[in-house]
C-alpha cells in the first residue's frame, strides 16, 4: 500500500456551538488538517445540525479546507450554498439525488467530491462510482449523532475499498467517520482508512494538540 500522511479532521459536531469561532481557532491551532462539518436536515437523518450560515461563520475562522459532509436527503439542491465554503463536499450514496450529477457538479467547481455510505450500505454500491469521487467517506456509525461507539464491522468495508485503491486503477482517500480515537483509528489506518474524522476525541480531550498529534501518528 502506498504510504500516505494520515489527515485528520476534527468534526464540528462535538465543539461548543456556543463559541463556535474560538473553537475552530483553538483546534486549528492545535494542528488539525481539514475541519469538518456535518450537515443534518432532519430527513436523511433524526437530527438537525446546522447549515450554510454556520459554516460560512466557521470559515471566517480558519484557513483549513471545510470538509463538508451531507446528510440530507436532497444534496444535488443544496450544493450551491455549499461550493463557495467548502473544499471538499461529501453526499450520501443513500441519498435522493442522481450521484453521477452531484459528484461532477463538485468537481467541476474545483472542489474534491466525496461519496459516503452509511454502515446498513454495501461498500459495493459505490463501486460504479469508481474515478468519479476523490474522497469515499465509509460511516462507522450509523450518522446522526455524535458520541456513539466505533462499528468494528465497518473495517471489512475500508480493506475492500483499500484493495480497489491498490489496483491503482483509482485514486482516492478513504475517510472514516463515527468514534474515532486513538484505538479505534489505529484500526481503520491499518485498514487502508489516510483520513479520519474525529469529533467528542479531540475537542473533548484534555488537550487536542497531544490528541490530533496521536492520530496523526497512529
Ligand atoms: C455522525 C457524524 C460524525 C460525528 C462524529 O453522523 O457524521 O462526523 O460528528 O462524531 P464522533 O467522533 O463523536 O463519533
Ligand atoms: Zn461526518
Known amino acids: 500500500m502506498a504510504l500516505r500522511k494520515t489527515i485528520v479532521a476534527p468534526s464540528l459536531l462535538a465543539c461548543d456551538f456556543s463559541r463556535l469561532g474560538a473553537e475552530v481557532e483553538r483546534v486549528t491551532q492545535a494542528g488539525a488538517d481539514w475541519i469538518h462539518c456535518d450537515v443534518m436536515d432532519g430527513h436523511f437523518v433524526d437530527n438537525i445540525s446546522f447549515g450554510p450560515a454556520f459554516v460560512e461563520a466557521a470559515s471566517r475562522h480558519t ?30 450514496v443513500e441519498a435522493d439525488h442522481d450521484v453521477s450529477k452531484t459528484l461532477a457538479a463538485v468537481r467541476d467547481a474545483g472542489l474534491l467530491a466525496g461519496l459516503a455510505v452509511s454502515p446498513p450500505t454495501p461498500v459495493e454500491l459505490v463501486k460504479p462510482f469508481l474515478g ?29 475499498a483499500a484493495a480497489w485503491r491498490e489496483t491503482g486503477a483509482f485514486d482516492f482517500h478513504i475517510e472514516v467517520d463515527g468514534g474515532i480515537n486513538v484505538k479505534t483509528a489505529t484500526e481503520a489506518v491499518r485498514s487502508g482508512a489516510n483520513l479520519l474524522v474525529a469529533g467528542t476525541s479531540v475537542f473533548r480531550a484534555q488537550d487536542a494538540a497531544e490528541e490530533i498529534r496521536m492520530l496523526k501518528n497512529v
Open 63 to 92: 484557513r483549513l479546507p471545510l470538509d463538508v459532509h451531507l446528510m440530507i436527503e436532497h444534496p444535488y439542491h443544496y450544493l450551491p450554498r455549499f461550493l463557495p465554503l467548502a473544499s471538499s463536499i461529501t453526499s450520501h
Open 132 to 160: 468519479q469521487f476523490d474522497i469515499l467517506l465509509i460511516m462507522t456509525v450509523n450518522p446522526g449523532f455524535g458520541g456513539q461507539p466505533f462499528l468494528t464491522s465497518m473495517l471489512d468495508k475500508v480493506a475492500e
